[in-house]
Each structure stands twice: as structure tokens, then as C-alpha cells.
């Protein structure tokens, strides 16, 4: 199936036709990283520029996000492993950040990778945020956002860990569709590392890991 069908039936709800060509990727975990990096992100990113231009309705969006959702919830599942006593990671969304599929995926991976994973979903309060890292003490921090107006809420939550934290704080990992802009954004919001999607990241955040 190639991506423009996939993304046709993930507009129209689908899942069961989107399952199916997953299903044919997802065989191992080099597959599943083939298949969140190939055909689940390309076509949610395709989703929210078809969101942005007018072309499809929030209804419609919520719908072939779920669907990718579910496709990824149950490709994940077979491959998922037991991290207990893994390097602690922690992922959120910054405050007023509502989507939260994309650093699911990379949680995933880096469940898959050895790390026991900390994933917070969306709009995580900075204050609580902050707390979490004092208690937690992971290994690193991982903040994502996937529109550009939110861009200065990442720089800001950035800022403020550093500032509670001091010479304590971990490095900061930052990704998500607000910096596929270019310019080395991620440096302008005083983030540690970047990668343009989940499977690169995992990769990138290994050096942390040993």
C-alpha cells in the first residue's frame, strides 16, 4: 500500500485497511520503527497540513489520528518490552501542547530500546513538570510540540527547568512538527538534542542510555 493510499483510508476512518498494511511492516522492531517513521508520521504530518489549509474538517483530523493511534498502539504491543530497572527517560508535552502522538511513538521506541519510560501526554503544567524531574531523576527530558505557536512555551519550560534544577538538570531532548522549519530552532529554545523523528531519536538518546 503505498502512503497516499494509506492516508485515504486513514481520512476516511479505515482502521482495519490501516491495521492491515501495518501489519505487513511491523514483522520486527526494525519494521516498527520502518513503519512509525515511513508511514505513521509522514501521513500525520499530512493530516495536519490538510487540517491547516482548510481541506479537512477537526472532525476529520481527530478521526485519522485516533486511527494512527490505534494502528500504533497494536503494532507496538506484539514488540513491547519489560524495561523495569531500565535508565529512567521521561517524555511530556509542553503546557497548551494537545498532541501527543508523536512523543508516543518515540515512547514506544525507547521502551523497545531498554528504557523505562516516564510519558506524560499533553499539556503537562510546568510546575508539576518540574516536580517530576526533581523526583524522578531521569536521564534525560524529552518536550515536544507540534505547532509553531507553541515554540515559545518549549523555550520557556526549557528555561525554567534549567532554573530549578541548576547544575542537576538533565539534558533536554526536543521534537515535533513546530521544528521541521529548519534554522536549528531546537538551539534557539536552549534544548540539548533534537531529531526529526522518533526512530532517529531513539538512536541519538542511546549514547545517554549507556
Given at each position: ?77 506484539p514488540l513491547a518490552r519489560v524495561t ?55 536521564r534525560f527530558v524529552g518536550l515536544s ?66
Open positions: 500500500m503505498t502512503l497516499d493510499e494509506y492516508i485515504d483510508h486513514l481520512l476516511a476512518g479505515e482502521d482495519e485497511s490501516c491495521m492491515a498494511a501495518a501489519r505487513e511492516i511491523a514483522t520486527d522492531l526494525p519494521g516498527l520503527h520502518r513503519l512509525y517513521v515511513e508511514t505513521i508520521q509522514p501521513s500525520q504530518y499530512r493530516v495536519g497540513d490538510m487540517w491547516l489549509g482548510g481541506k479537512i474538517s477537526v472532525a476529520t483530523e481527530h478521526l485519522a489520528t485516533a486511527t494512527n493511534s490505534y494502528v500504533a498502539t497494536n503494532c507496538y504491543a523495569s530497572g531500565g535508565p529512567k527517560a521521561m517524555i511530556a508535552c509542553t503546557p497548551d501542547e494537545m498532541h501527543e502522538l508523536g512523543p508516543r511513538l518515540l515512547s514506544d521506541l525507547l521502551e523497545c530500546d531498554g528504557w523505562d519510560v516516564d510519558f506524560y501526554g499533553t499539556s503537562m503544567p510546568l510546575r508539576d513538570l518540574i516536580g517530576a524531574v526533581k523526583e524522578r531523576h531521569p510540540a507540534a505547532l509553531v505557536m507553541h515554540l515559545g512555551s518549549v523555550r520557556k519550560t526549557i528555561a525554567s527547568i534549567r532554573e530549578a534544577l541548576g547544575s542537576q538538570t538533565p539534558p533536554i531532548a526536543v521534537g515535533g512538527n513546530a521544528f521541521r522549519g529548519g534554522d536549528e530552532l531546537w538551539k534557539k529554545v536552549g534544548a540539548d538534542l533534537y531529531a526529526p523523528d522518533a526512530s532517529e531519536a531513539a538512536v541519538l538518546l542511546r549514547e545517554l542510555r549507556d
